[in-house]
């Protein structure tokens, strides 16, 4: 008897039918003697419709009321998930994140799970039921609901096996497994049977919808595997789990694509000591997450910093950044929207070089302006105008030869 984590995206939960068939297939693994434990993420688009039904209310929706609204996607699947099955003949429970017990810290929309408590979710499981848990939710320490940050979910599958001691944990979503690329974007993508904590990480830090890096984060600080695979077939799909040796022999693992991205600019900004830290600092507290960071030479005494983050996040940023601009009597603060991002990752960069060349030349070639560059041991990002990244992805893809 093994006990199992299951967790199924949005899109595999898009429709009722979608709903029982996935139910179907739950019940058949539960009947081979397995605990099963299943997180549920919100059926469809429920999660941007929500959103932007909140932008009608509020340009910037204070964050406590998101989390209120966003969580009842998730309660909706896993209630009626718990429906389906029990249709089926098979006991089945639906509880929310903060039901069980996912205590998070207290950043709304973006909240980090700190512990997870299973006695409720072992009591169910002893009395046969099937645990189906409404994903990307928890609480705080003062009963307030939070919520995870986009794709939260799998954080919340990773969490819970991990608490639990689970034997396996697997992630179905719509696509077999993690590619070489996007294969909605690349249609000669290669899935990736087996790849590293570290790449994962880098692959969906860089914005690559298929995992929520901080799920990524959490499997690789306990030696988790993950098994990410399809909802809609079984076949073997990409297991996540610690580098090996062979790993090493390819220089180019994936190339990624993020088109949501932003940058802003703070212009004049003084040119001395504990600027940075102070910008950043103001903007890390928010837990925004910033990528690309560069500044320009000096002019005067002074300098302007520019920074990509997530579009989604860009309302807020712009708000930590006029504060900053008054504090630090800068001048204007700007931003583009208009900007998408792409990278390389592979581990095998480490040891090999010229594979930045190669991506410059090839972008070149293509004619292709870069616009900002950022490097990790084993990645390398390009911001470039939105319009061009699903050109960038192909070139880059080809120069590597990922598709052989
Ligand atoms: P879910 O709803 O199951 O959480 P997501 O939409 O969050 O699924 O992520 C799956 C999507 O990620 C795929 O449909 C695919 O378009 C996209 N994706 C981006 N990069 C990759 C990649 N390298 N491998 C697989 N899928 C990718
Ligand atoms: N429903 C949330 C989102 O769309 C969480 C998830 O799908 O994992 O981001
Ligand atoms: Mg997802």
Same mark, same amino acid.
């Given at each position: 008897? *093994?006990?199992?984590?299951?967790?199924?995206?949005? #899109? #595999?939960?898009?429709?009722?039918?979608?709903?029982?068939? &996935?139910?179907?297939? =739950?019940?058949?693994?539960?009947?081979?003697?397995?605990?099963?434990?299943?997180? +549920?993420?919100?059926?469809?688009?429920?999660?941007?419709?929500? &959103?932007?039904?909140?932008?009608?209310?509020?340009?910037?929706?204070?964050?406590?009321?998101?989390?209120?609204?966003?969580?009842?996607? @998730?309660?909706?699947?896993?209630?009626?998930?718990?429906? *389906?099955?029990?249709?089926?003949?098979?006991?089945?429970?639906?509880?929310?994140?903060?039901?069980?017990? &996912?205590?998070?810290?207290?950043?709304?929309?973006?909240?980090?799970?700190?512990?997870?408590?299973?006695?409720? &979710?072992?009591?169910?499981?002893?009395?046969?039921?099937?645990?189906?848990?409404?994903?990307?939710?928890?609480?705080?320490?003062?009963?307030?609901?939070?919520?995870?940050?986009?794709?939260?979910?799998?954080?919340?599958?990773?969490?819970?096996?991990?608490?639990?001691?689970?034997?396996?944990?697997?992630?179905?979503?719509? +696509?077999?497994?993690?590619?070489?690329?996007?294969?909605?974007?690349?249609?000669?993508?290669?899935?990736?049977?087996?790849?590293?904590?570290?790449?994962?990480?880098? =692959?969906?830090?860089?914005?690559?919808?298929?995992?929520?890096?901080?799920?990524?984060?959490?499997?690789?600080?306990?030696?988790?595997?993950?098994?990410?695979?399809?909802?809609?077939?079984?076949?073997?799909?990409?297991?996540?789990?610690?580098?090996?040796?062979?790993?090493?022999?390819?220089?180019?693992?994936?190339?990624?694509?993020?088109?949501?991205?932003?940058?802003?600019?703070?212009?004049?900004?003084?040119?001395?000591?504990?600027?940075? *830290?102070?910008?950043?600092?103001?903007?890390?507290? @928010?837990?925004?997450?910033?990528?690309?960071?560069?500044?320009?030479?000096?002019?005067?005494?002074?300098?302007?910093?520019?920074?990509?983050?997530?579009? @989604?996040?860009?309302?807020?940023?712009?708000?930590?950044?006029?504060?900053?601009?008054?504090?630090?009597?800068?001048?204007?603060?700007?931003?583009?929207?208009?900007?998408?991002?792409?990278?390389? +990752?592979?581990?095998?960069?480490?040891?090999?070089?010229?594979?930045?060349?190669?991506?410059? @030349?090839?972008?070149?070639?293509?004619? =292709?302006? =870069?616009?900002?560059?950022?490097?990790?041991?084993?990645?390398?990002?390009?911001?470039?105008?939105?319009?061009?990244?699903?050109?960038?992805?192909?070139?880059?893809?080809?120069?590597?030869?990922?598709?052989?």
């Amino acid at each position: 008897m *093994a006990l199992i984590v299951k967790k199924f995206g949005g #899109s #595999s939960l898009a429709t009722p039918e979608h709903i029982k068939k &996935i139910a179907k297939r =739950i019940v058949e693994d539960k009947q081979k003697n397995n605990s099963i434990v299943v997180v +549920v993420s919100a059926s469809g688009d429920t999660t941007d419709d929500l &959103i932007s039904m909140a932008k009608k209310m509020h340009p910037n929706p204070p964050h406590r009321e998101m989390d209120m609204l966003l969580s009842t996607g @998730e309660i909706v699947s896993s209630s009626l998930m718990a429906m *389906a099955i029990d249709n089926l003949k098979e006991k089945a429970v639906s509880l929310t994140g903060p039901q069980i017990g &996912i205590m998070t810290d207290s950043a709304h929309t973006r909240a980090s799970i700190r512990k997870v408590k299973t006695e409720r &979710i072992k009591k169910e499981l002893q009395k046969g039921n099937i645990v189906v848990v409404a994903g990307f939710q928890g609480k705080d320490d003062c009963d307030e609901i939070t919520t995870l940050g986009r794709g939260g979910s799998d954080a919340t599958a990773t969490a819970l096996a991990i608490a639990l001691k689970a034997d396996v944990c697997e992630i179905f979503t719509d +696509v077999e497994g993690i590619y070489t690329s996007d294969p909605r974007v690349v249609k000669d993508a290669k899935k990736i049977k087996i790849i590293s904590y570290e790449e994962m990480l880098e =692959i969906a830090s860089s914005g690559a919808q298929v995992m929520q890096s901080r799920s990524i984060e959490l499997a690789s600080k306990y030696k988790l595997k993950l098994h990410v695979r399809s909802s809609f077939n079984k076949k073997e799909g990409t297991i996540i789990m610690e580098e090996c040796e062979s790993m090493e022999k390819v220089f180019v693992r994936g190339v990624v694509i993020a088109k949501n991205e932003a940058r802003v600019t703070i212009h004049n900004v003084p040119n001395k000591p504990g600027i940075a *830290a102070y910008i950043f600092g103001k903007i890390g507290k @928010e837990k925004i997450n910033v990528d690309m960071i560069i500044q320009s030479s000096d002019h005067q005494g002074k300098s302007d910093i520019s920074f990509t983050v997530n579009e @989604e996040s860009l309302a807020q940023t712009l708000e930590v950044m006029e504060r900053a601009r008054e504090h630090l009597k800068a001048g204007k603060v700007s931003s583009d929207s208009d900007i998408g991002k792409i990278a390389i +990752v592979g581990v095998g960069m480490k040891t090999n070089s010229g594979i930045a060349g190669k991506m410059f @030349e090839a972008l070149a070639k293509a004619n =292709i302006n =870069i616009e900002m560059i950022t490097t990790s041991e084993i990645r390398i990002s390009c911001a470039i105008r939105r319009n061009l990244c699903d050109k960038a992805v192909k070139v880059l893809h080809k120069e590597f030869e990922l598709g052989k």
